[in-house]
């Protein structure tokens, strides 16, 4: 079993930053790759950024592209999303996300964190 664990959601003022992480942990071989998504109530959850953990290709949604920055540590299994420039409609549930292969066949498998509050409000 794989287990995401984020942290750092909270409240933040427009303008402002706040940094995301997301750490992956159990019976892991190798992840592909690592996402965050959002989700506001009564809409779709949408892809904000994704990597990819061997040649780092990322990703962004155009709505914050810019302003956000994805990131990963290899060693740590860990992606992180930095948030810059927050504006209200920001405000969501994050979600960390990852396709990860268990064992050395190439099986893969999707995970999702249980989701980390951001709130973008004076």
């Known amino acids: 079993q794989v287990q995401l664990v984020e942290s750092g959601g909270g409240l933040v003022q427009p303008g402002g930053s706040r940094g995301l992480s997301c750490a992956a942990s159990?019976?892991?071989?190798?992840?592909?790759?690592m996402a965050w998504y959002r989700q506001i109530p009564g809409k779709q959850r949408e892809l904000v950024a994704s990597i990819t953990f061997i040649s780092s290709t990322v990703t962004y949604a155009d709505s914050v592209k810019g302003r956000f920055t994805i990131s990963r540590d290899n060693a740590k299994k860990t992606v992180y999303l930095q948030m810059n420039s927050v504006k209200p409609e920001d405000t969501a549930v994050y979600y960390c996300?990852?396709?990860?292969?268990?064992?050395?066949?190439?099986?893969?498998?999707?995970?999702w964190g249980q989701g980390t509050q951001v709130t973008v409000s004076s």
């Open positions: 159990g019976t892991i071989f190798t992840i592909d790759s």
């Open positions: 996300y990852a396709i990860v292969g268990t064992d050395r066949t190439t099986s893969r498998y999707q995970y």
